[in-house]
């Protein structure tokens, strides 16, 4: 039971939190499982809720990443750097980057605070682009929020790029 328990308490509190590390966890379900299955009593009814869980899953991940719903609703940045950001290119994250931009960007993301954003970059850069928490898109000033574009967005963060005006 510590082994089931474990696992997963400890990969969901981590601050980077990759899902299949919390896989080991189906081995101890496993024998839990065929240590008890002899005092079911609904054997049949158990197998096939067994068998229809994983295909309906399988359909539904599929269609999910068919019409691009999937992507919206990770928490990762991948998706919104690998559509709008090109190799090589320098990124800002707005007050704290993710290890998962940090990753997908291959280190060229950089912080940078709400009063760096509105003070000093918008005279020294052209243009750039910034992924911004949606939540903390409100406490940009309106003056920014007129010289940012939306790019791309997904559940929690959206992309956009700067014009210096």
């Not at 939190?17 to 080991?24: A, D, S, V």
């Not at 190799?87 to 994250?93: P, S």
């Not at 918008?122 to 929020?145: A, G, L």
């Amino acid at each position: 039971m510590f082994w089931i328990l474990w696992t997963p308490l400890f990969f969901t509190l981590s601050k980077s939190l990759i899902h299949p590390y919390i896989m080991p966890v189906m081995v101890p379900l496993a024998l839990l499982m065929t240590h008890w299955f002899g005092s079911f009593k609904r054997k049949v009814l158990l197998i096939k809720i067994g068998l229809i869980i994983p295909v309906a899953s399988v359909v539904l991940v599929i269609s999910g990443i068919s019409m691009g719903y999937i992507e919206s609703i990770l928490p990762t940045d991948k998706y919104l750097i690998e559509k709008y950001v090109r190799m090589g290119e320098t990124i800002y994250y707005l007050n704290s980057k993710k290890y998962s931009s940090q990753f997908y960007s291959k280190g060229n993301i950089r912080n940078i605070t709400m009063h760096y954003l509105e003070d000093s970059l918008s005279y020294e850069e052209d243009t750039f682009k910034i992924i911004v928490k949606n939540s903390e898109f409100e406490k940009v000033s309106p003056h920014i929020q007129g010289q940012l574009q939306l790019l791309g967005k997904s559940k929690r963060k959206s992309i956009y790029v700067y014009f210096k005006p």
